[in-house]
């Protein structure tokens, strides 16, 4: 089959606008759009800048907008395209470095903000610090996450609020609340209960849509607003 991608192009500083270029390329239908740009820079046009690394669903680094879709390109097969233009656009909502690359730095700030690690002042043991299995499938859906971006850019309430935290920190957030060998509870929930944190996500369940390790991102954010509520009284995390 053809594939026909409608490309964005913009070089910020070089470019007034951006523009949008055409271009066929032939694709199994079991490829992916992936695929297809890597064809189109290593035939057609070397000038067109994107990321990828793993091709795997794993990095996460190869997220783009996809006929209106935020996702990954490694994980959208080109099966279900043909016959039609599709529109491949960077992720709304950041700053364009080149075509199809952003600069995620605010992203990655806002992740750092809810120290995305495990804070345990406790010796540590000989081996590791064990969990048991039922306390590790607490957490098994949020480690999915693999920061790729793509539900804030989707989360209509991000772009109507900057100073809102956005899906993916609080799907980090998650993880670490509620992980058995954390220490930091409590002062988790404190920061997560404030202005523009948990309590500023109004539902809107894109973040869930889209999110390529199918985490029920919406329902982690409603579960850290009662688990808020619970220690922290109600009124503090919003409603769930
Ligand atoms: Fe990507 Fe899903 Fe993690 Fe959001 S929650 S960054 S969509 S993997």
């Not at 971006?149 to 993916?168: E, K, L, M």
């Not at 954390?182 to 929930?189: C, I």
């Not at 523009?196 to 539902?203: F, L, P, R, S, V």
């Amino acid at each position: 089959m053809d594939l026909i991608l409608k490309v964005f192009r913009f070089r910020p500083g070089r470019d007034l606008e951006p523009t949008y270029q055409r271009y066929i390329v032939a694709a199994e239908p079991q490829e992916r759009i992936l695929d297809a740009l890597r064809r189109i820079q290593a035939d057609q046009d070397d000038t067109l800048s994107f990321r990828s690394s793993c091709a795997h669903g794993v990095c996460g680094s190869c997220a783009v907008r996809i006929d209106g879709h935020c996702g990954l390109a490694c994980q959208t097969l080109a099966r279900g395209f043909e016959g039609r233009d599709v529109t491949i656009e960077p992720l709304p909502g950041f700053k364009v470095l080149k075509d199809l690359m952003v600069d995620l730095t605010p992203f990655f700030d806002r992740v750092a903000l809810i120290r995305p690690f495990l804070v345990n002042r406790t010796p540590p043991p000989e081996k590791e610090r064990l969990q048991t299995p039922a306390d590790q499938g607490k957490i098994d859906e949020a480690i999915r996450c693999i920061l790729c971006a793509s539900c804030v850019a989707a989360c209509p309430v991000t772009h109507g609020n900057p100073r809102y935290i956005g899906p993916a920190p609080l799907v980090q957030a998650f993880r670490r609340v509620f992980d058995s060998r954390d220490e930091e509870m409590l002062a988790r929930l404190k920061q997560l209960a404030e202005p523009d944190m948990a309590e500023a996500c109004t539902n809107r369940f894109e973040c869930t849509r889209v999110c390529p390790k199918e985490i029920k991102v919406t329902k982690t954010i409603n579960t850290l607003k009662r688990e808020i509520a619970k220690h922290l009284g109600e009124g503090k995390g919003g409603r769930a």
